[in-house]
């Protein structure tokens, strides 16, 4: 009988790795997984720090295992379903419909979008995450978010930054079929000016995210 895989964060880190090196080049090809930050740049001109946000409670809404007894799956989806299964893990596939079992204790313990955004910022102000010459966070999003939406966002994280002297230059906002790259140093609220780019994520490119994150 095999025993069960330990959850860990790796996995997400490693997703959020590959997505900025698949999505936004080379750049991001050398970040490798530390601890505060999450992803560094060995020669620490960056550092990213990756995290969750889900309204409460809807991660139990949406625990695969819980209903896996009267599950109807379609047969195209039949192999992801059992990925899901199988690695403890789902982000990505299905369009974000299930929680794997590992993945499950991830989201459960995740913030709102505003609350997580304040703990992080600070977090980065206080010197939390040592000396880089520059700070992403890269925030994984259950809940999808209009283009409005992120903007505001932007606007919130910007304006709770403002006064420190560490900051975070950028915002990845991570949701199944997209990323948000938000320039955080570019919001100026007198002109309503943001500097944020959308970037489509196919179902093929998931799968591949996902694939790569369980190694």
Not at 18 to 33: H, Q
Not at 116 to 123: D, G, L, P
Not at 195 to 205: E, F, H
């Amino acid at each position: 009988m095999g025993t069960s895989r330990k959850f860990d964060t790796c996995f997400f880190e490693r997703y959020a790795k590959i997505s900025l090196e698949t999505i936004l080049g080379d750049g991001y090809a050398e970040l490798v997984n530390e601890d505060r930050p999450d992803l560094q740049m060995p020669d620490r001109s960056l550092g990213i720090e990756v995290t969750r946000a889900m309204e409460p409670r809807k991660d139990v809404a949406q625990n695969l295992l819980r209903e896996m007894a009267g599950l109807q799956v379609q047969e195209e989806d039949r192999d992801e379903v059992n990925q899901i299964i199988r690695s403890g893990y789902g982000y990505g596939l299905q369009d974000g419909k299930y929680v794997g079992h590992l993945e499950y204790d991830y989201w459960a313990l995740a913030l709102p979008l505003r609350r997580i955004i304040a703990s992080k910022i600070e977090k980065v102000g206080s010197g939390f995450y040592g000396d880089f010459r520059e700070y992403g966070l890269y925030i994984f999003c259950k809940d999808d978010l209009s283009y409005d939406e992120v903007i505001l966002t932007m606007e919130y994280a910007s304006d709770l930054q403002r006064n420190l002297d560490v900051k975070y230059s950028k915002m990845f906002l991570s949701l199944i079929d997209k990323m948000y790259v938000c320039d955080l140093s570019a919001v100026d609220h007198s002109i309503r000016k943001t500097d944020c780019t959308s970037y489509d994520i196919s179902r093929r490119m998931c799968k591949e995210f996902f694939i790569k994150s369980l190694d």
